[in-house]
């Protein structure tokens, strides 16, 4: 069960807490666990969204600073003080660098289990309840994988007073990249599966507040509909993984740092064939749901008002992302050789060599970065 704005469930063993000012039930929270020496980390970028304060002192965090420098940060918190649990209130990056120093913390000094508490503070945190964690190291070329136990949250909180303040462009990304999750996760759904069930809400969620969300600054409802549909996705995920697409989005941002947002907005489209395919009971279910003639245009219906707006500020092609300060193109077509290689042997997606090699990877990220539609043998 999920109910939101309530207290809710557990699926897979977290806790969740979805309501308007969640935050503010933090303490009663902790203590209903027995849990008196919680460090609280936040992002310092976002210390002025909360302007009722926080129950707690916390140490402020900047997230963009190096992965390194920031994990071992929170690893020197973690050993001055007597904790007996970790709050973070950061972006997805900032929540993978903070479990990450958490798993090197226990194993390194045989901690006892300290509980992790989670409040995204972005629409795209989709894997906050992922007890995995996918590294790249920029130095050695390759990806380390962390999966624990002790790296899925105890507790999600879901609050929309944190979603950091960005333009209405990035928002607009923010809510297609979702849409884009779902349908990536549904290309290995069973049709009316619980996770099924979840992506149906979470699509469903963004039709009707997605624009509102991501145009209307001050419309505080939507924006904690669109976080719903953000933790949606991930508790899919945290079933189903996620698919080549989701792969190929997340490793790419990871070697050339663009947003996933926006990588997620060129990828879809230009994915979209290869996504279909395979699971045509249950696309066609939701195209059913939505009154669409097909699943494609269930996609249009979904994503044309949000980004119809900002369509002129976003490029279509990987080819025109490029750096206004320096004119340099942020993907370049070693990313992508590098990324399909990383891709080709991500240990978590649904790839046969006899199905997909890795030379149809770079094929499929080289159609998206000239902003070619893919040939159909290639699909």
């Known amino acids: 069960m999920i109910h939101e704005r309530n207290f809710t469930i557990t699926k897979g063993g977290i806790a969740s807490v979805v309501s308007f000012g969640a935050i503010d039930y933090l303490q009663g929270l902790l203590s209903s666990a027995n849990l008196a020496h919680p ?22 965090i900047d997230f963009n600073e190096q992965s390194e420098k920031v994990e071992n940060e929170i690893e020197t918190l973690l050993s001055k003080k007597k904790v007996d649990s970790l709050i973070i209130i950061c972006n997805q990056n900032g929540i993978d660098y903070a479990k990450i120093a958490l798993y090197n913390f226990t194993k390194k000094i045989k901690h006892p289990h300290i509980p992790l508490i989670v409040i995204p503070t972005s629409y795209t945190a989709v894997n906050s309840a992922s007890d995995e964690v996918f590294f ?42 979702i849409i884009g999750g779902l349908i990536d996760a549904l290309h290995h759904t069973p049709y009316a599966s619980s996770e099924y069930f979840m992506a149906l809400e979470g699509l469903s969620l963004c039709k009707e507040y997605g624009y509102q969300a991501a145009h209307s600054p001050h419309d505080s409802e939507s924006r904690q509909k669109i976080l719903f549909a953000s933790y949606l996705l991930s508790l899919v995920r945290l079933q189903k993984k996620g ?18 947002p926006l990588l997620m907005n060129i990828l879809l489209p230009s994915m979209l064939d ?19 003639s097909s699943f494609i245009e269930t996609i249009q219906t979904l994503t044309n008002p949000i980004l119809e707006s900002v369509a002129p500020q976003i490029p279509h092609r990987l080819y025109d992302i490029i750096d206004n300060d320096s004119n340099r193109h942020l993907v370049t077509l070693s990313d992508i050789e590098e990324a399909s290689r990383l891709v080709f042997h991500h240990g978590h997606i649904s790839i046969h060599p006899s199905i997909i090699d890795e030379q149809d990877i770079i094929r499929y990220f080289e159609a998206a970065f000239w902003g070619y539609s893919l040939p159909k043998e290639w699909v």
């Open 274 to 292: 290869v996504v279909l395919k395979g699971n045509k009971e249950c696309f066609d279910a939701i195209a059913t749901h939505f009154n669409s």
């Open 136 to 177: 790249y190291n920029r130095d050695s070329h390759t990806i380390t994988h962390y999966s624990d136990p002790l790296l899925q949250p105890h507790m999600i909180i879901i609050d929309e007073r944190v979603v950091s303040n960005s333009s209405a462009k990035e928002k607009a990304l923010s809510v297609v990249a």
């Open 39 to 60: 460090l609280l980390l936040l992002d310092s970028h976002i210390l002025h969204l909360l302007q009722k304060g926080l129950p707690f002192t916390p140490a402020l």
């Open 243 to 260: 698919g080549i697409l989701e792969a190929m989005v997340d490793i790419l941002h990871k070697v050339s740092g663009v947003s996933y």
